[in-house]
């Protein structure tokens, strides 16, 4: 497999489709009207406003005309823009319309030397963002068509193949059109109705339809989790240095003003570049830019940022855009590789305020109809609006040929033929329907290895409404068969309300799921015996109804939800104690797994509800979130064995503290009143075996400490790189290393009534905080973040439970 997939963290972004159903094509060439040099990026449209093209290397373009008579503009930036009547009834319906385009420079001139009580630059920039702020209301929704294209190059030793154009390889291309639509205050919806890409993408990989959401008119712009404040926040004239460098007449009533962009300093995120403005309308009408010094880019890339907007009297929206990077990746002797990306994207049919329907806002930000698939020769002939180069082109047929040829070096590579069906056939596994690796092969303490398959499919044939689910798999230490069979109906097209039940024969986990996954337990398991969770049987089932409010959001792999929720459950089941059934590991040696705690054996039936605001227990999705759950066991709800009420609470917070500086809180409390279970104990999450997930206590040991109730706070400020660009060392943090300053404090406690519970069951009390002489537990220490871009190592000392401070070094992912 190419070394370069490394890289394809890298995509982001766009585009869409037009319609036309009797059209006369017009095709062009636009050239220098003096040198005759083919001109790129001239911008080609309709003056409806509704349709338009952007030329091409060769300065080629492509324009779909309905019946009747056409004002055409061509436009480019220091060229008088130039206007064309055509009429599609001096020609044959159907056919095609040629023509050659000779652009004439415009009148320029450098800026004249006139004194000022401002900076006549900064004084056009006041003016600027004050028609911004003005044109703020005026714009509420739009709808547009969006065309993206996405391709990727690299050198011919990584590629492992050549192209012919030196020590430079096309290794995939993306394209699509999609249908878009915006609503303030940030809210898009695209659904891609078209796309296509090289033979050795699939095409659930090419959803790259979101390219107006990259606007440098906003007050922000992010790459790679970077925000950039743009020369058009509501602060860039305390942010950035303005300067007239020329003026360029596009005609006799239009003046377009350059001026470059040079940030003030080098603590905040900000670009430099040139942007060209419209004095007339005070409104943007070019910007290129580039990311300064502060912004951490992985492996030290470079980008530039283009930007084409359409000039309208009140409203400025993208049209066209460009986005060109370079990452030289070197990691010692061990890789190095260059990978080049292009993106560009083309806005067209845009409808400003229209009224749309608030459903589409609930969907996922980017979605793909059922046609999307389905290759329209037609459309792709008849539709397209911005050509391919000829090297692009024909590196469609070249990855195809690579793939199919065994004399090449893609395909007939040893280790592609003698193992090349492993990742294959997992990347298979992993995808809709199937569930994941995790149900197909784990391994823990309880159960050992673990086979099996999960699968969830949408049951169309019966209703486009009804979802099922199933799991299967055998347990060969525990000798057991497991299973879970689940139906989930939606109650409404938007699927934010529905009801569930689902059946199980599980092995549950009693501590928190969401902290330490199973691919981490079934990885330090079967290495060193070191599992993290704490389980016991559970057979019962689960029958809930649940409502999600916002857009849906994606959380990990083929996890999406939306960032609001509620779900109300009852649930029926059987608990009984799991043990330890095996102690083989791959390293353990003499070590022993150790014991798994018992749980209050008998049939427990609950209710209760878990609620989140901007909350997902995987991962943090907003710089705010709550989530609260409660749950109810007592004999008023059937449960004769079990009176308990058990609550939870987490909070995320995230701010700005300076410029290039945040705080990051996590807090979590938990309280069981009545009888408290085992099963139902909380522990304070830590690392394991060294290796730590977000927000954890990284000096304590796994499950050192448990309780009826406990409350924990982590504090990490992140200081940014100090001194931007000062430690950017190669092949480690070219891109930058940040100092994280860690706090964190935890306690537990046991009521009188859980021991004497516990001492009268026989079963050992676990170990509280509250017990020991501290009464909680606290850390301190230090993080170094963004090592080779995803890692974070810590140095914590543990100042709690112990005579002196203890120092203990963990590793993690990357805070972003």
Not at 698 to 708: A, C, H, L, N, P
Request: proline share 4%; with cysteine; net charge neutral.
């Amino acid at each position: 497999m190419p070394r370069f997939i490394v890289f394809i963290t890298l995509y982001f972004l766009l585009i869409g489709t037009a319609v036309s159903q009797q059209t006369t094509v017009l095709r062009g060439v636009v050239r220098d009207s003096v040198s005759g040099m083919f001109l790129r990026g001239a911008t080609v449209r309709l003056d409806s406003g509704k349709t338009g093209a952007i030329t091409n290397k060769n300065g080629e373009f492509r324009l779909k005309l309905g019946e009747g008579a056409h004002t055409v503009q061509i436009s480019m930036i220091g060229y008088r823009a130039q206007r064309l009547n055509v009429n599609t009834k001096d020609v044959r319906r159907g056919d095609t319309l040629t023509l050659t385009i000779l652009l004439a420079e415009a009148a320029s001139s450098t800026a004249d030397v006139v004194v000022y009580a401002e900076d006549p630059a900064v004084r056009l920039m006041r003016k600027v963002l004050e028609r911004k702020r003005r044109l703020a209301d005026s714009l509420n929704t739009y709808s547009y068509t969006l065309y993206t294209k996405f391709d990727a190059s690299t050198d011919t030793a990584t590629a492992g193949r050549t192209s012919g154009r030196g020590d430079t390889t096309t290794i995939s291309i993306f394209e699509s059109y999609s249908k878009g639509y915006f609503a303030k205050p940030d809210r898009y919806y695209n659904e891609i109705i078209q796309r296509r890409q090289t033979a050795n993408i699939p095409p659930e990989a090419n959803i790259v339809a979101f390219g107006t959401t990259i606007n440098c008119y906003d007050d922000f712009v992010t790459f790679f989790t970077e925000q950039i404040a743009t020369p058009f926040h509501p602060d860039a004239i305390d942010y950035y240095d303005f300067a007239i460098t020329g003026t360029i007449n596009e005609d006799d009533s239009l003046k377009i003003t350059r001026l470059s962009v040079k940030p003030k300093g080098g603590f905040r995120k900000l670009f430099e570049g040139v942007i060209d403005i419209d004095e007339r309308n005070l409104v943007p009408v070019n910007a290129v830019l580039t990311p300064n010094r502060a912004v951490q880019l992985p492996f030290d890339a470079t980008i530039q940022f283009e930007q084409t907007f359409q000039r309208e009297k009140n409203f400025v929206l993208p049209l066209y855009m460009r986005i060109r990077s370079n990452v030289q990746a070197n990691l010692w002797f061990l890789f190095s590789a260059r990978l080049d990306i292009n993106i560009e994207t083309l806005v067209y049919d845009v409808s400003v305020n229209p009224t749309l329907d608030e459903g589409i806002f609930e969907r996922r930000r980017t979605e793909v109809s059922k046609q999307a698939d389905k290759f329209d020769t037609t459309f792709w002939a008849e539709k397209s609006v911005m050509q391919l180069r000829p090297e692009e082109a024909a590196a469609y047929r070249q990855i195809e040929e690579s793939l199919e040829s065994e004399d090449s070096s893609v395909s007939a590579g040893l280790f592609n033929q003698l193992f090349g069906w492993i990742p294959r056939t997992l990347a298979y596994f992993s995808r809709p329907p199937f569930t994941g690796f995790d149900d197909i092969f784990r391994y823990n303490r309880v159960h050992g290895a673990y086979l099996g398959l999960g699968a969830r499919t949408d049951v169309e044939f019966i209703s486009d409404a009804l979802q099922a689910s199933a799991k299967a798999g055998y347990g060969f230490a525990d000798k057991r068969i497991y299973g879970e069979a689940g139906l989930h109906y939606f109650l409404d097209t938007n699927r934010k309300y529905g009801v569930n039940l689902t059946g199980y024969r599980r092995l549950q986990r009693r501590d928190n799921p969401y902290i330490v996954v199973p691919t981490t337990i079934t990885t330090f398991s079967l290495l060193s015996k070191s599992d993290y969770g704490d389980y016991y049987y559970n057979n019962g089932f689960e029958a809930s109804v649940e409502a999600g409010f916002g857009q849906i959001r994606f959380i990990r792999r083929d996890v999406f939800a939306r960032p609001t929720n509620l779900r109300l459950f009852f649930r029926r089941e059987f608990h009984e104690t799991a043990n330890v059934n095996t102690q083989w590991a791959i390293f353990g040696g003499d070590r022993s797994f150790r014991e798994n705690p018992p749980v209050q054996r008998g049939i427990m039936q609950s209710v209760g509800f878990e609620a989140g605001y901007q909350f997902n227990p995987y991962r943090r999705i907003a710089n705010f979130g709550v989530g609260v759950a409660v749950e109810h066991s007592s004999p008023a709800v059937g449960s004769q064995e079990f009176d308990f009420t058990a609550a939870t609470l987490s909070l995320n917070l995230r701010t700005r503290t300076l410029a290039l500086m945040r705080l990051d809180v996590r807090a979590n409390a938990g309280y069981i009143h009545g009888n408290a279970p085992p099963q139902r104990f909380f522990s304070l999450e830590s690392a394991v075996s060294g290796l730590a997930a977000d927000a954890v206590f990284r000096s304590m040991g796994v499950k050192e400490f448990s309780g009826d109730a406990f409350a924990s706070v982590s504090l990490e400020h992140n200081f940014g790189e100090v001194i931007p660009g000062l430690l950017r060392i190669p092949n480690i943090a070219s891109f930058g290393i940040e100092f994280i300053g860690i706090a964190r404090t935890g306690w537990t406690r046991f009521r009188p009534e859980t021991i004497a519970q516990e001492s009268a069951m026989n079963r050992p009390l676990l170990s509280s905080t509250d017990a020991t002489s501290s009464r909680v537990f606290t850390e301190l220490g230090l993080g170094i973040n963004r090592l080779l871009l995803f890692f974070r190592i810590d140095i914590t000392a543990r100042l709690t439970q112990r005579n002196a401070p203890q120092f203990l070094l963990s590793f993690s992912g990357a805070t972003l």
